[in-house]
């Protein structure tokens, strides 16, 4: 059987088996076929692990997005797998199929000049200016996951110590330090809008009517005030959480420290930082470079 014929098959499969949609079933024979006239249609029992790791090398190569290259690779997996399941290749092939890892994007910090602007944008004179205020102030000032900032308790705020409770993933608690411009603002908040709410609610952050505030909220609200400041970047309530981690590092915090704030169970994670902080290092110093060697320029001339 030709690798055509095989593959052919195999589509047959998806849709009338396995139920997979249209879609589905053309992105798989638009990389079925490209594997087809890669190999040049050979009979399915000549091929070998090198036509496989030549066609995937030969993508990188040609500089196709990872993404591509990805979903190519799972679908050669799933071709394969059908192949041993329909008995055509026993030897299956995929003992040594690599899948090609996702590229690890950064992500995106803000400078202290951008939170300076943002925090600059709530209307203080406003209830609603209040919350967004406290809300944005308490997540960056604790890098807190923005489910951790809404379920936030008022039993688990104490401002005389300047400490709070926090109940992460894997129902992990950890105690995190609170700035001195987020106690402040968290006061006013309480003062004005939390404590005249008549409610039994354990949530720390109220709307007026006494609901709690959801996700949903904090990031439309954030998106809105990012826009106004004119700050050009995609920022999420977790941008807030990444300045955190980022500002700590460049400030001294030791890696193991920030893992323990941050609430991760792995240090992995938190490595993710360290390339942040190496990355605007080295921009600063390649900015500082331009800037000498545009003075020597001049002087010359």
Do not use: W
């Amino acid at each position: 059987m030709k690798t055509k014929e095989a593959y052919e098959e195999f589509l047959t499969y998806l849709a009338s088996e396995k139920g997979d949609d249209s879609k589905t079933i053309s992105a798989y024979e638009t990389d079925l076929s490209q594997f087809c006239d890669f190999v040049k249609n050979k009979d399915i029992k000549e091929l070998t692990p090198e036509d496989r790791d030549d066609f995937l090398f030969s993508l990188e190569k040609k500089n196709i997005k990872r993404s591509s290259q990805i979903r190519k690779a799972t679908t050669l997996r799933g071709f394969y797998k059908f192949l041993k399941r329909e008995g055509l290749r026993e030897d299956l092939l995929l003992s040594s199929l690599v899948t090609p890892k996702k590229e690890k994007h950064l992500p995106t910090v803000l400078s202290l000049e951008e939170v300076k602007r943002l925090f600059a944008k709530p209307d203080l004179s406003t209830k609603r200016g209040l919350l967004d205020l406290a809300l944005m102030e308490v997540a960056f000032s604790c890098g807190l996951r923005v489910s951790e900032l809404v379920e936030l308790r008022k039993d688990e705020i104490n401002r005389k110590s300047g400490y709070l409770k926090v109940t992460g993933k894997r129902k992990k608690e950890r105690l995190l330090p609170i700035r001195r411009e987020a106690l402040e603002v968290m006061k006013l908040y309480e003062e004005k809008v939390r404590s005249p709410i008549k409610t039994s609610s354990p949530y720390f952050f109220l709307h007026e009517d006494g609901k709690k505030v959801s996700r949903q909220y904090f990031f439309l609200r954030l998106k809105e005030y990012v826009k106004s400041a004119g700050i050009n970047k995609n920022v999420s309530p977790h941008t807030l959480r990444h300045t955190y981690a980022t500002l700590l590092l460049e400030n001294g915090a030791e890696l193991r420290e920030v893992q323990e704030l941050l609430g991760h169970a792995e240090i992995e994670t938190t490595q993710i930082y360290t390339h942040l902080s190496q990355k605007k290092e080295q921009e600063a110093y390649e900015k500082g470079m331009r800037r000498n060697q545009t003075r020597e320029e001049k002087e010359k001339v």
